[in-house]
């Protein structure tokens, strides 16, 4: 087996799923990294079934429980992997006011600090030219000022989701600024609006704004286009947001500086807790 793995987080979604195909299709080693066991049999043995010769493997992960990011980062090393490629892809779009464990807005919990936190963990087992990639969708209307891990505005899931990715992609821009000298690439990619069931269970569009977006949703396929774009071609544009395989360019004052530099601090803090 090789030691050079494609880690796919969430790739029992039907985005996740069409990236971890064609990792599998490319003949890399594919790390399926998902919540749940029986989901990630399920897929593992579609796969193999598929594509017989293939190295595949499933490690859980739960990205709201940081016990268990830190035993899936133990385990890629005591595996001695060298991770190529690390999908960010597993998100979450929460229907009712909850929190993590810790007591986080699960929002913040899964879709940021869950991914910093396996982002860092893992980044002694990083090749030296990794490739990183982030779901983050156009966020016009998100905020990361205050406290976001503890909203105390009335709970609306749109915004909450919007904060946690705006959150997501100001780590992603941090990380590219990080690896600016080094041959790791970092990108944020929206796959535009997908039909899956982060939309459809989640009732994300109903009733008379059904028939008005229907038109405009994607298919998975169409979904994990720009992953799979970025994970065959290596754009010098680290750092950036990709839509449809090109550039997106997302207005500069989304955030702060300021607003950024509270959140970091806020969430160095919580990487820095003893577990
Ligand atoms: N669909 C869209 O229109 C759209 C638009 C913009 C961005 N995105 C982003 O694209 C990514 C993929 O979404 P999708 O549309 O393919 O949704 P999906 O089918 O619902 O897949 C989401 C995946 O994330 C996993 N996940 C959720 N909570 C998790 C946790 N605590 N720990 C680990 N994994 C967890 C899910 O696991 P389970 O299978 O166990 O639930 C599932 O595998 C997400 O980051 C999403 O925010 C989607």
């Known amino acids: ?24 299709r490319q003949g890399k080693h594919l790390v399926i990294a998902c919540r749940s066991l029986a989901k990630s049999k399920v897929l593992l043995g579609e796969l193999k079934s598929a594509y ?26 005591q595996k001695c992997y060298i991770v190529d490629e690390l999908v960010c892809n597993a998100g979450i779009l929460c ?19 869950g991914n910093v936190r396996l982002i860092e ?16 969708p156009s966020i016009r209307w998100g905020s990361i000022s205050g406290d976001p891990f503890h909203p105390e505005d009335k709970f609306h899931r ?19 600024r990080k690896y600016d000298n080094s041959a790791i690439s970092v990108y944020a990619v929206d796959p535009g609006l997908v039909d ?56 500069s004052d989304m955030y702060t500086r300021e607003e950024w530099t509270e959140l970091w601090n806020n969430t160095q803090k919580y990487l820095t807790e003893i577990i």
């Open 1 to 24: 087996m090789s030691n050079r793995v494609s880690i796919v987080t969430g790739a029992t979604g039907e985005i996740g799923r069409v990236v971890a195909e064609d990792v599998v």
């Open 52 to 77: 017989p010769q293939s190295e595949i493997e499933y490690i859980t992960l739960d990205l709201a429980d940081k016990r268990s990011i830190k035993k899936f980062a133990e385990t890629i090393q």
């Open 95 to 113: 229907q009712y006011e909850s929190q993590n464990k810790d007591d986080i807005d699960m929002s913040m919990a899964v879709n940021y600090l």
């Open 121 to 136: 963990l893992l980044e002694r087992s990083l090749a030296h030219d990794a490739r990183i990639i982030n779901m983050v």
């Open 158 to 176: 749109f915004r909450r989701y919007a904060n946690s990715k705006l959150a997501l992609y100001a780590y992603t821009q941090h990380l590219a």
């Open 196 to 251: 899956t069931m982060m939309i459809t269970k989640g009732r994300w569009f109903e009733g008379i704004a059904d028939i008005f977006l229907k038109p405009f949703v994607r298919t998975p396929e169409k979904g994990a286009e720009t992953t799979l774009y970025l994970l065959s071609n290596r754009p010098q544009t680290t750092g950036m947001a990709y839509y449809d395989c090109k550039i997106m360019q997302f207005p």
